[in-house]
Nanobody, 131 residues
Framework: EVQLVESGGGSVQVGGSLKLSCAVSGFHYRDYCMGWYRQGPGKEREAVAAIDRYGDTDYADSVQGRFTVSQDNGKNTLYLQMNSLKPEDTAMYYC?????????????????????????RGQGTQVTVSS
């Protein structure tokens, strides 16, 4: 059984930082991507960052230069370092594991549409940025 468990969310003031973690178990694909997406109140789902098995990354324009996605394969953990946080970053953040994904940029479409049977996600962790 594939399980993804996010942690690290919380409340922070504008300009602050948070680091999200996602512990992954039971996910075994040769070709895969991992990523983060978010959904704020009254907003559509937005893919924010992705990383493929080669370590290549991709980011949404809204977070480019502020967020960094990384993975520790030895610990089966995905991270999202978020700096210079803004009120518009307030959202529930979800970790995603996508099978048969070859390159990071492909993960964005999958996380937005959520098509396919080899995709998994966690329960989410709330991030609130206040001014």
């Amino acid at each position: 059984e594939v399980q993804l468990v996010e942690s690290g969310g919380g409340s922070v003031q504008v300009g602050g930082s948070l680091k999200l973690s996602c512990a992954v178990s039971g996910f075994h694909y040769r070709d895969y991507c991992m990523g983060w997406y978010r959904q704020g109140p009254g907003k559509e789902r937005e893919a924010v960052a992705a990383i493929d098995r080669y370590g290549d990354t991709d980011y949404a324009d809204s977070v480019q230069g502020r967020f960094t996605v990384s993975q520790d394969n030895g610990k089966n953990t995905l991270y999202l370092q978020m700096n210079s946080l803004k009120p518009e970053d307030t959202a529930m953040y979800y970790c995603a594991a996508l099978g048969f994904c070859m390159q990071a940029f492909q993960a964005f479409d999958v996380m937005t549409s959520w098509r396919g049977d080899d995709n998994y996600r966690g329960q989410g962790t709330q991030v609130t940025v206040s001014s």
